[in-house]
């Protein structure tokens, strides 16, 4: 039985193996390039933490065909661009354009940063106040030690 395992094995192994080409991955290899650029700028909608260039979701892929068929018809890349904001918003924008509707995203890390900063500062002066604060006198020492040796006598 090893025998003809043995023999089989070495029959399908010296077989020549005919590998077919690699079909190209696009016909035209500067409307490739230019989807690529384009494509690491835009955001994959649904996996919203790459880009449409790295992503296999398949609205990525239909979003890149799209894109695609965009630049063969000869529009630029800010045309492209303003085409898919206008069809799902600046979320699609990696970076996107500083106006009123994105201003909570672009500076709500800095004021978070300045909030933080000042709640730190804040809370340092007051520890150091509470550390500055009057010492008792001689006298209210005294009347201290004596309340407490008259708990200790209670006890």
Request: with cysteine; hydrophobic share 45%.
């Amino acid at each position: 039985m090893k025998l003809w395992l043995t023999l089989f094995l070495a029959l399908q192994l010296s077989l020549p193996s005919h590998a077919n080409e690699a079909a190209p991955l696009a016909e035209d290899p500067v409307v490739e390039q230019r989807l690529i650029v384009i494509a690491e700028e835009l955001r994959c909608l649904v996996c919203q933490n790459e880009s449409l260039a790295g992503s296999r979701a398949d609205l990525a892929m239909d979003l890149r065909r799209e894109v695609r068929n965009l630049i063969k018809s000869g529009k630029t890349d800010a045309e492209i661009k303003d085409f898919l904001v206008s069809r799902y918003g600046d979320f699609i924008l990696y970076r996107p354009p500083v106006k009123p509707t994105t201003w909570l995203l672009w500076f709500g890390p800095l004021v978070l940063l300045l909030g933080a900063i000042w709640l730190l500062i804040s809370t340092i002066r007051r520890n150091q106040q509470a550390k500055d604060t009057p010492r008792m006198d001689a006298q209210q020492r005294a009347k201290a030690q004596a309340l407490l040796q008259e708990t200790d006598l209670q006890k």
